[in-house]
Structures are given as structure tokens and as C-alpha cells.
């Protein structure tokens, strides 16, 4: 995706690229967070990507300098700068959801992905920006304002992951930790040019539970897919705090990442369950995809899933989810929340307990759907958004249609269905803005969205952002 052999500078450079030079001493993690720290001084008073910088990573990063000097890293990461969203606990750091409702009392135990990254050596720059309670995917939100995209100030960075969009575009650091029940990875991802993973349901652990625990992962958000699969090796290992996270597999997801697609059949998909727009310069990211993958030697032919209306599946998730939120927060706080919440609770708070398991059946109707498309198919080739990013200043008006319309028509499902999907950037559109596209792989196959991810990725490079 990005020409990084020529880049001098250590903020540009891969987390592959960074651990290659530690290791022979070529470059220090103090050396490359000192850059990344430049660049966030830069540029970050009009981005917007942070809710809270790490006073200590300095010190972190003089801690794994050490350990490098004497031959001894910690793990896999140790020394390369990283970002966790802020609906996850950073321990000693408070967890505001991008909300004016929550408590300013640091956490006092790391979430689970974060540990994972602490373990394998990262240093945590800071926690980024979220939309409030990761609801919707315009990146504002009441606490923090507005994100703004780097490929260009005046487009949203997408979220409800808006900070670690944004930062990865920015080149704050190159690995960035996501949440996505609705596309909230997969959606920034795209509209900043990124590779954005929302793994299998399970696969990352997940404590403490957010307001859509039942369809919500964590998961990686980079610069290129081989540091994407490097930082999934940090992030899912189990947990016990999750009692329905997986078993760790002891897999190294790099491996099989290079072996291509050949012969391998992919489904390009244009319904998942109603028709989603799409406008031109998408359409044409989608079929420039279809034949970079026909070229390297897959099987591409359409296909349809058979998938029931989606839009009144996740509608109702969505809804229930955001009206039990609601009724969490304290009676004289309500103000404070984004006005779209309410709005969107409102009208879901009067759902009877058999509509909402009328949509619960929906959804396994949908996910044995996906899993016999599955039989036929590796993987899944869609749209990813039905535009490129929209304006950073529009309100947000009529959610419940913006929702399937202008956000997440071609992401929710994936939710719904708990089955891997992978953001891959594929190019630029009329405007200079980045496109993606979507790969999906049956429940527990995140390998193969990996490794699809990076043929396309190695067929359809593109630069970084050009407005820093």
C-alpha cells in the first residue's frame, strides 16, 4: 500500500520496518517515538486524533531501548509506538467513551487488547478519539470535538474509531487499536486509507463489556496488512476476565500471509440483504479489485448470499443497545448526551421483547446464510463504504436512515454474522480521497482476509496522505 523503502523519516516507517532497525541497532525506540512525538505536536491541533497523550511513554520507550541494547526484547512489539481507542480501558487513564456523562476516575486494570500490546513491548503514545460510545460513524464527539481526516481537513476521519483513523493517516504511530460492532474499524479504515481488521467474534477478548457487547470486537487498524496480522499476534490471546473469548492457537498470523490467491474462489457480492448504495468511484474500486484479484489467479464470479434484510436486524441491535444505554445514564445527565442517541433511543425504547428476539432469530437466520455461502466461497469481495469521506462539519441528522444509507450499509452485516472482515485501501477516487473494499471469510477464517488483503494490497498501492 505505502512506498515506505525510501522513508527516512521514523514516524513513516512500518512496525516491521521500525523492529528491523532495533534490532540492529540502526535506530532506537526512543528515536522513533521522539519522531512520532514531533509529528503529533505538528499536526494534531487540527486533526484532533487524541482524548489523552501518555506522559510516560518516553520512559517507556527508554525502558525497551535498554532491553534492545542488551539483546533482551520483551516480545514482539517492543519499541514500536501504538494508540488504543478510548472505549477501552488504558490503566491509569480515564475511560470517557467521548462522552460528558462519564467518570474522569482512571482505570486501574488494562483491557485485555491493551495488555496484549503491553506484553509484546509496545509503547502506548495515548488514548484516540471516539465517537460518544462508539454510536455512530461521523468522528465527533460531545467531549473532544470534531476528528479531522489527513487526506484532506474538511472529511471526517470515519468511527466510530475516528482517532485511530485519523492517527494512522497522520503517521502518529503505525499500529492502532479499533472497536467495530458496525463497521467502526473497517469504516475509518477506509476512509483514511488504512488496513482495518474486525476479527472473528471471540478471537480478541474483550472486558469490560461496551453497549454492544454481543456484536463488538477490537481489533488492529495499520498502514499495511503485515503490520496488521504482526498486531494481531499481540491482541488475540485469551483472557479469562472473557468468558467467551477463544483459546489461544499459537499462531503467528504473518505465516501463509504471501501465499496468494490462486485458485482461490471469491464471491463478489453486491446485497447483503437490500440493496446498499454504492456511488461510481466505488463501483469502479470494486471492480479494479475483482480483477487485481482474477489477474492474480482467483476465481471471481458474483454471487448472493441469500441474506434477509439486514437493515431491520442491526436497526434493532443498534437501537435497543443505545435505548439501554440511555437508561444508564442519570436522569439529570441526559442533556449532555449527543442528540442522535436520544433521538435513535427514543424511538427504539418502546421495542417489545419478542421484536427484539424476532431480530435475534433474524440474525442466525443471516449467519447460517453466510456460513452456506461459505461451503461455496473462501471469501467475500463487497464494497466497504458507499462513498468516499464526507464532510468533518455535517450535522447528524435522520440516523436511523444515515445508518444503512451514508454510514454502514456494507459493514453491519459482519457484525451480525460475527465472521472476520478486512478494510483494504485499492485507491484513490475523482478527488484524491482513498477507497476501499471489503473481504470477508467464514466465522474463525481471519487468516484468509488477511491473505487476500495482501495480494490486493501489493496489486493496488497507494501513498500516504498528501495534506500533512
Avoid at 272 to 290: K, R, Y
Avoid at 354 to 371: N, S, T
Avoid at 426 to 431: A, K, M, R, T
Amino acid at each position: 500500500m505505502h512506498d515506505l523503502t525510501t522513508k527516512t523519516d521514523p514516524a513513516l516507517m512500518s512496525a516491521e520496518e521500525l523492529l528491523a532497525l532495533f534490532a540492529r541497532r540502526a535506530l532506537s525506540p526512543v528515536e522513533a517515538l521522539k519522531a512520532v512525538s514531533e509529528r503529533i505536536a505538528r499536526y494534531n491541533p487540527w486533526v484532533n486524533a487524541f482524548a489523552a497523550l501518555n506522559p510516560r511513554a518516553l520512559q517507556q520507550a527508554g525502558e525497551s531501548e535498554a532491553r534492545w541494547m542488551a539483546g533482551r526484547p520483551m516480545g514482539q512489539l517492543d519499541g514500536v509506538p501504538a494508540t488504543v481507542k478510548d472505549l477501552l480501558n488504558l490503566a491509569g487513564f480515564p475511560t470517557r467513551r467521548g462522552s460528558r456523562t462519564t467518570d474522569a476516575t482512571p482505570a486501574t486494570e488494562d483491557a485485555p487488547s491493551v495488555l496484549g500490546l503491553k506484553q509484546a513491548g509496545a509503547v502506548i503514545v495515548g488514548k484516540t478519539t471516539t465517537t460518544e460510545f462508539g454510536w455512530k460513524s461521523p468522528g465527533d464527539c460531545p467531549l473532544h470535538g470534531i476528528t479531522r481526516n489527513p487526506w484532506n481537513r474538511e472529511r471526517t476521519p470515519g468511527g466510530s474509531s475516528s482517532g485511530a483513523g485519523a492517527a494512522g493517516a497522520a503517521c502518529f504511530s503505525p499500529l492502532h487499536i479499533g472497536t467495530d460492532a458496525g463497521g467502526s474499524i473497517r469504516i475509518p479504515a477506509a476512509f483514511c486509507g488504512l488496513v482495518g481488521l474486525k476479527p472473528s467474534f471471540g478471537r480478541v477478548p474483550q472486558w469490560p463489556l461496551g453497549a454492544f457487547a454481543h456484536v463488538a470486537v477490537a481489533g488492529p487498524m495499520a498502514r499495511s496488512v503485515r503490520d496488521a496480522a504482526l498486531m494481531f499476534n499481540a491482541l488475540a490471546r485469551h483472557d479469562l476476565r472473557d468468558p467467551f473469548c477463544l483459546p489461544d492457537d499459537k499462531r503467528e498470523w504473518r505465516d501463509g500471509i504471501e501465499d496468494g490467491v490462486k485458485g482461490m474462489r471469491v464471491g463478489l457480492v453486491r446485497r447483503l440483504g437490500f440493496d446498499a448504495p454504492l456511488d461510481a468511484d466505488g463501483e469502479t474500486a470494486l471492480i479494479e479489485a475483482a480483477r487485481a484479484l482474477e489477474e492474480a489467479g482467483a476465481i471471481v464470479e458474483e454471487a448472493d448470499p441469500g441474506l434477509p434484510d439486514t437493515r431491520a436486524i442491526f436497526g434493532r441491535v443498534w437501537g435497543v443497545a443505545l435505548a439501554r444505554l440511555v437508561a444508564t445514564v442519570p436522569a439529570e445527565r441526559r442533556a449532555l448526551l449527543d442528540a442522535g442517541i436520544t433521538d435513535v433511543a427514543e424511538a427504539e425504547s418502546a421495542m417489545s421483547a419478542v421484536d427484539f428476539l424476532g431480530a435475534e432469530a433474524l440474525r442466525l437466520e443471516a449467519a447460517h446464510a453466510m456460513a452456506r455461502f461459505h461451503q461455496r466461497y473462501d471469501v467475500m469481495l463487497t464494497p466497504c463504504t458507499p462513498t468516499a469521506a464526507f464532510a468533518a462539519d455535517q450535522p447528524t441528522l435522520h440516523p436511523q436512515m444515515a445508518l444503512w444509507r451514508d454510514w454502514a450499509p456494507w459493514t453491519f452485516a459482519h457484525n451480525l454474522t460475527r465472521q472476520p472482515a478486512i478494510s483494504v485501501p485499492v485507491g484513490l477516487d475523482s478527488e484524491g480521497m482513498p477507497r476501499a473494499v471489503q473481504i470477508a471469510a467464514a466465522l474463525y477464517r481471519d487468516d484468509l482476509c488477511l491473505r487476500v488483503a495482501r495480494t490486493l494490497e501489493i496489486a493496488r498501492q497507494i501513498p500516504t496522505a498528501p495534506a500533512l
